[in-house]
């Protein structure tokens, strides 16, 4: 079953609501589908415009390939001049930098990516977690 709005809507508010319990900085939160396809996106009030593009990047690399943007950032390191190449091939979609995790439905396969900037690597990724769970789905930003 593909990723709905609706669970994309869930995804946005929950992460944002709990960058907010943890006073966070002020994030913008991106759902993409498993083609890539925008599902949702919301900027709070205050985040940088900049930051919707860094949480497209993180999640459009992470659906690209089937891993999330903390392994991404973690290959990376081992390998700069591919990741390079496929940040230009991508035309800018794709950043290797942690703050995305994939969703996945009970069975385990791949229904799309949440990426968020404006915190830590960590705290987007935590945050995007927490959303992707409250929409009873699976979270998963393994290394």
């Known amino acids: ?31 993409l589908d498993d083609s890539g396809n925008l599902k949702a996106a919301q900027r ?10 860094v949480a497209l990047g993180k999640a459009w690399g992470a659906v690209a390939m089937s891993c999330s943007s903390r392994a ?3 290959r990376a ?3 700069q001049n591919f990741f390079l ?27 799309g990516a949440a990426g968020i900037s404006g915190a830590s ?3 987007d990724e935590e945050c995007a977690s927490k959303g992707v769970e409250a ?3 699976k979270a998963d930003a393994s290394a």
């Open 135 to 137: 929409a009873g789905l």
């Open 85 to 111: 190449t496929l940040a230009a091939t991508a035309q800018g979609k794709f950043l290797p930098q942690q703050g995305a995790v994939l969703i996945r439905d009970a069975s385990g396969a791949i229904l």
């Open 121 to 123: 690597g960590d705290e």
């Open 77 to 79: 390191k081992g390998n």
């Open 72 to 74: 991404l950032a973690n």
């Open 1 to 31: 079953m593909p990723l709905t709005l609706k669970q994309a809507n869930t995804i946005c508010e929950k992460a944002l609501e709990h960058a907010r319990t943890k006073n966070y900085a002020k994030l913008t939160v991106v759902v």
């Open 44 to 53: 709070e009030d205050g985040a940088s415009m900049f930051r919707y593009d």
